[in-house]
């Protein structure tokens, strides 16, 4: 399953507010209630650009994992229990 997160990303970045705008916010919250409180929020963009360039550089297919499956399909070993996978399927849509 591929994870197109370019677009996604992209959008997300130029969605947040800057801290100024955060602050600029607040201040006009503040003014108009009486009181004072601050908070102020600072996107990492080192961090979210790692995290995006990791998800980006992983492979589409893990062969590792389809190599093992096949060969436990081959070989007999893969056993399915169908009690396990209907619990499953109910958990998930209840």
Known sequence: MRVDLNDVAANQI?????????SANQASAAGASGSEDRTTFKSDMQSLSSLVHTAMSSPEVRDDKVASLQQAISSGNY????????????????
């Not at 130029?14 to 955060?22: K, N």
């Not at 056993?79 to 209840?94: F, R, V, Y």
């Open 79 to 94: 056993k399915l229990d169908p009690h396990e996978i209907a619990g499953s399927m109910l958990n998930e849509h209840a």
């Open 14 to 22: 130029s969605a947040e507010p800057t801290a100024q705008q955060v």
